[in-house]
């Protein structure tokens, strides 16, 4: 059974860090392409940044330059480096995994907030 479980989240000021981990279990990491997503109150699920089995990254245009994902596939461990972070971050952050196939997993979740 997969698990992923997040953690890192939290209050931070505007133009400050932090810094997202992913642990995932039950399935061969390495395989999988890894993504953070988030939804902010009243808002649509949206994708944030994704990493391929091959270290190819994709950000949204809102967090390019400011966001960078990491994986480690030794320790099944994906990364979400967050800088710079503003108000409109504020959201659950939540860890997929997608296999080759289309199959999708999903963490609990874990809440940023950001104040101005």
Known sequence: ?????????????????????????????????????????????ELVAS???????????SVKGRFTISRDNAKNTVYLQMNNLKPDDTAVYYCNARTSWGLDSWGQGTQVTVSS
């Open 51 to 61: 990493i391929m089995n091959d270290f190819r990254t994709d950000y949204a245009g």
């Open 1 to 45: 059974q997969v698990q992923l479980v997040e953690s890192g989240g939290g209050l931070v000021q505007a133009g400050g860090s932090l810094r997202l981990s992913c642990a995932a279990s039950g399935m061969i990491f390495r395989a999988n392409i890894m993504g953070w997503y988030r939804q902010a109150p009243g808002k649509q699920r």
